[in-house]
C-alpha cells in the first residue's frame, strides 16, 4: 500500500507539472509597430516613451531609409503606422491603397546641412559655384543614396541648384540611410556629409558647417499615416499623439519644426 501511495504521488506530481507546463502565459501587450524614417530616432523614441507614460503600451519601433521602409509596405510587411521623410514615399503607398487617405498628415519640417568631423575648422555656404570640390581635397561626400533615400534626394537637387553636383558626382559616398551618412563623417571616413540638421544635433563627433538655404530643395517635410492593414488598437491613438502639442513638443525639442 505505501508504494501504491508513493506511486500515485509521483504521478499526480507528473500530472500538476505537465498542467503548469501547459498553461499558457500571457505576455505584456504589444504597442503598435511604427516605421519611420531613420531621422527621427532620438525624438520617436523619446516620443514613445512619452506614450507609454500615459499607460499605454509602447510602440514597437524600427528605423529604416524612408525608401526602404515604403518597399517593406509594398511587399505585405505588417506594420500600424508609417512615417517618412518625404512625401513622395508616402504618396506611393497612397496611390497603392495602402494607408488610410484621412489619417495622412504632414507634421514636420526639416534643415539639411553640411557636416565635418567634429575637429575641423571648415566652414561653407552653400551658394551657386561655391568650392565643394575643393573642400573634399579628393575625399568623399557621404550622403544617403540620392536615388533613393530623401535626404540624398535633398542633396542632391540643393546641389545641382548651386552647380556643384557635377563636379562632386564622382566622390559621393552613397549610405543606404542618411544615419549612415552621418556615420561616415563621424568616424573619419569621409571629410563632409549631407544630413539632416536634426541628425548633426545627435552626434557630437561631427559639427554643422554650412546650412542649404531652404530655396535650394524641396521642402523637407515628414507625413505620418496609419496603415490600412493595420488593426491594432492605439495606432490611431498614437498617430493622434504624436500630431499632439505634447507630441510636437518633444519633436522641436530634437530640433525640427513642428507647426
Known amino acids: 500500500m505505501g508504494l501504491f501511495h508513493t506511486v500515485r504521488r509521483a504521478a499526480f506530481a507528473v500530472l500538476a507539472g505537465l498542467a503548469v507546463l501547459a498553461t499558457p502565459v500571457h505576455a505584456e501587450p504589444r504597442g503598435p509597430l511604427v516605421l519611420a524614417a531613420a531621422s527621427l530616432q532620438e525624438s520617436m523614441n523619446a516620443a514613445a ?119 562632386v558626382s564622382g566622390q559621393i559616398a552613397r549610405a543606404e540611410n542618411v544615419r549612415a551618412a552621418l556615420g561616415l563623417v563621424a568616424h573619419g571616413a569621409a571629410p563632409l556629409g549631407i544630413v539632416y540638421a536634426t541628425d548633426a544635433l545627435a552626434e557630437p563627433a561631427v559639427r554643422m558647417v554650412g546650412v542649404f538655404p531652404p530655396g535650394s530643395h524641396k521642402p523637407i517635410t515628414y507625413p505620418v499615416a496609419r496603415l490600412k492593414a493595420s488593426t491594432h488598437p492605439d495606432a490611431e491613438g498614437f498617430r493622434r499623439f504624436l500630431l499632439s502639442g505634447e507630441g510636437k513638443a518633444i519633436f522641436r525639442h530634437y530640433g525640427f519644426i513642428a507647426p
Open 49 to 167: 516613451d512619452a506614450w507609454a507614460a500615459h499607460h499605454h503600451p509602447r510602440p514597437v519601433l524600427s528605423f529604416a531609409a524612408s525608401s526602404a521602409l515604403a518597399r517593406q509596405i509594398q511587399a505585405g510587411g505588417a506594420a500600424d503606422v508609417f512615417v517618412s521623410a518625404d512625401e513622395d514615399w508616402m504618396d506611393t503607398l497612397a496611390k497603392a491603397g495602402l494607408i488610410v487617405p484621412e489619417s495622412r498628415k504632414s507634421f514636420l519640417v526639416g534643415a539639411l546641412v553640411l557636416v565635418a568631423p567634429a575637429g575641423s575648422k571648415l566652414q561653407l555656404r552653400p551658394a551657386p559655384g561655391f568650392p565643394l570640390e575643393q573642400a573634399l581635397g579628393g575625399g568623399k561626400l557621404a550622403m544617403a543614396d540620392p536615388d533613393a533615400v530623401p535626404a540624398g534626394r535633398y542633396g542632391r537637387e540643393a546641389l545641382v541648384h548651386f552647380g556643384v553636383w557635377d563636379a
